[in-house]
């Protein structure tokens, strides 16, 4: 029988953490750990206010089927994710933190890394960028001269914000990817796309509005550079539809329901010639090792998560000039450290 656990965290950031929908100094997160004899595995969701999801909320829904949860075999991964699928409808988030608990717990039952259980050889996986939030040109470089580093993702929100690309560049020569959050219209992008270019930046995720379509569909025969979906690539049901608007998408694990459903879009993605990302929402080091194992099937990779945080609960990652490196311990590979940070 399953023993459920659960952990409260408001980590602190090393700068406030700005992107075009608002500014927050800590990251609200949330633990579940599922126990089996001596084992146990671990999972994370972060809280995101513009998903409309809250600690307490993930809270609540789990201790309202805790009992149906604890009494349940797990035998396989993939089908504890249908069982929580149908037990949790809409609740992604924490969907995705049992999820992973779920595939850490097994992995460890078969007494190997994720990565080796999924059938991945640990070669050919993409260095992680680190994230500078929006700020003044001060503040940003300022960022980048703290944290030298051979890729940056730079937020961008308004369209004079090109001007502070401009002034990192003049301190390092790392390629850009710029993340925009919904942030341009069509004709901000249509003329910002080659300014970003002669930049160096090699890669735009979601310049427009989620709702924008068709404009999506123009602005990709138009762009210069690689387009990513992020807000317009949630769950398994939109990869089909970006194949028009976009050259790749970003999954995150959190958004989408965890390890399961990213392993399916992954595939979709393939079949469909999609470049396959997969991002962070902030997670520690946690949440970050489930990104890292799966890092041998994509093509680029943003999971900067605990190198922006100042406080962690877990260690197991190694982070060394952009390319992270799981402890090859079973399962996710982490020691879980956050009762010294649970939030009361």
């Known amino acids: 029988m399953l023993q459920v656990?659960?952990?409260?965290?408001?980590?602190?950031?090393?700068?406030?953490?700005?992107?075009s929908k608002g500014t927050k100094t800590h990251q609200p997160t949330f633990v579940v750990a599922l126990g089996l004899g001596n084992l146990t595995g671990f999972g994370e969701a972060p809280a995101i206010n513009y998903y409309n999801v809250t600690v307490q909320g993930m809270i609540d829904a789990l201790e309202a089927k805790r009992g149906v949860i604890e009494r349940y075999a797990l035998m396989d991964p993939q089908r504890f994710w249908h069982f929580l699928h149908h037990l949790l409808p809409g609740n992604e988030f924490l969907i995705a933190a049992l999820d992973m608990a779920g595939w850490d717990l097994f992995a460890k039952m078969r007494k190997q890394p994720l990565y080796q259980l999924l059938g991945f050889k640990w070669q050919n996986v993409p260095l992680t960028d680190y994230t500078i939030g929006l700020g003044t040109a001060e503040e940003m470089v300022a960022k980048l001269k703290a944290h030298p580093w051979p890729l940056y993702k730079i937020k961008l929100g308004r369209v004079d914000d090109i001007d502070l690309l401009r002034a990192l560049r003049q301190h390092t020569d790392a390629p850009f990817r710029v993340d925009a959050n919904e942030g341009w219209t069509f004709d901000e992008a249509k003329a910002l796309l080659p300014e970003l270019a002669?930049?160096?930046?090699?890669?735009?995720?979601q310049p427009l509005k989620r709702s924008d379509n068709e404009a999506m569909k123009e602005l990709k025969t138009l762009s210069p550079l690689p387009l990513f979906a992020d807000e317009s690539c949630v769950t398994e049901e939109d990869v089909k539809n970006c194949v028009e608007g976009f050259h790749g998408i970003n999954i995150k694990l959190t958004k989408c329901g965890g390890i399961t459903p990213a392993l399916r879009m992954t595939q979709e993605a393939r079949k469909l010639g999609l470049k396959v990302m997969m991002g962070s929402m902030n997670e520690s080091?946690?949440?970050s090792a489930a990104i890292a194992h799966l890092m041998p099937i994509l093509d680029e990779v943003d999971a900067d998560g605990p190198l922006l945080l100042k406080e962690d609960i877990a260690e197991g990652l190694t982070y060394n000039n952009?390319?992270?490196?799981v402890s090859n311990y079973t399962g996710l590979g982490v020691g879980f450290k956050g009762t010294k940070f649970e939030k009361k």
């Open 285 to 287: 080091t946690l949440g």
């Open 5 to 19: 656990r659960h952990y409260s965290f408001e980590l602190a950031f090393e700068y406030p953490f700005t992107i």
């Open 322 to 325: 952009g390319q992270i490196t």
């Open 198 to 205: 002669k930049l160096g930046v090699n890669m735009v995720e």
